[in-house]
């Protein structure tokens, strides 16, 4: 495979807007050992990428700053050591460094997974029928769905439950997955072309926002209350939920796209379980390798989604913009 010696890439050089993004010029780098070269043909984005872009991840954001984890591609070169890939395999990569956001984009071979180490990167092999949009619609998110819903929750054939963000990344595959353990699953959302997504994606009740106070209408769907609440959203909806939840309930707060607001525990009048998550620490438990297989059968007999949205390179800017609006219907996607 013939490697050009220069390449595009995406640098945050200043924290701030998403105009700050900015597409320059770089060497491309070369594999070491234990390291590939991956060729890029979609780079996922991530909510995390938003706040990193603008300072307010849980890490410090050090520029200039190389975005983007995720990719899916092409092996185009490989480093002494490895013997796992070959030049021309497909591939999709989590890599916790970063960098992705480019043409091409090293990947590291070797991961640990403890509890206080992050992985530097993570490669899966791609069947032939899963596309590169797919495997990012998957790589991260089906995981964290899986172990959420799986792992964390108490959720189990006929359980309802409630998901928030449901037409993003995170909550269509939380939908899905809720879907084919038999949940009952309603999702909040506020327009028309959400509420379609989401009915084809799974949803069997679509709560819109726009129409009113959405405990109110979740109760009139399920008297009393769903037993368990997913939300990445944040913002109002922390302390609306105990009012949508039934008694002995779980809230499993993992985002705050609409804001960080304080939770009032003292106002909730029943008993709920709050529950936060952190994949972190699922990494060295058998559920973080349950969760990878049942992500590969679930390549094998679908239904698969595929990225909402690809943007060119040079239009980062505009899908970092649609990311801080919270307005996104499945997966964004960077072309290079």
Not at 50 to 58: I, P
Not at 91 to 115: D, H, I, K, N
Not at 271 to 298: G, H, N, Q
């Amino acid at each position: 495979m013939s490697i050009p010696s220069r390449m595009r890439a995406l640098v945050l050089n200043e924290i701030g807007p998403p105009e700050n993004l900015q597409v320059t010029e770089r060497a491309v780098p070369e594999p070491g050992p234990g390291e590939v070269l991956i060729k890029v043909e979609l780079a996922g984005l991530l909510y995390s990428d938003a706040e990193a872009r603008r300072g307010t991840y849980y890490s410090r954001t050090v520029v200039p700053w190389h975005p983007g984890r995720e990719a899916a591609g092409t092996i185009a070169a490989v480093g002494s050591g490895v013997e796992q890939f070959r030049v021309g395999q497909r591939v999709a990569a989590l890599v916790l460094t970063g960098a992705c956001q480019a043409e091409y984009v090293l990947a590291s071979t070797s991961l640990t997974r403890a509890p206080t180490v992050r992985a530097p990167a993570e490669i899966l092999s791609l069947p032939d029928s899963v596309s590169a949009g797919s495997a990012l619609v998957y790589l991260v998110n089906f995981r964290l769905a899986h172990l959420a819903l799986r792992a964390w929750s108490k959720a189990k054939a006929g359980s309802s439950v409630l998901i928030h963000g449901a037409s993003g990344g995170m909550g269509s595959v939380l939908t899905q997955l809720a879907h084919a353990l038999g949940c009952r699953v309603l999702v909040t959302c506020r327009s028309d072309q959400e509420a379609q997504f989401c009915r084809g994606n799974g949803a069997d009740h679509v709560v819109r926002l726009d129409e009113g106070p959405y405990p109110e209408a979740v109760r009139s769907i399920v008297p009393g209350g769903v037993e368990i609440i997913f939300n990445g959203v944040g913002g109002p909806t922390v302390n609306l939920d105990p009012k949508a939840i039934a008694p002995f309930g779980e809230i499993h707060l993992y985002g705050y796209v609409a804001g960080k607001p304080d939770l009032r525990l003292f106002e909730i009048s029943h008993c709920v379980a709050i529950k936060t998550f952190s994949a972190d620490d699922f990494l060295p438990l058998p559920s973080f390798r349950a969760a990878t297989e049942a992500m590969y059968e679930w390549f094998r007999t679908g239904p698969l989604l595929d990225v909402g949205q690809v943007f060119p390179l040079a239009e980062a800017a505009l899908a970092h913009r649609r990311l801080d609006e919270g307005r996104v219907i499945g997966k964004l996607a960077l072309k290079p």
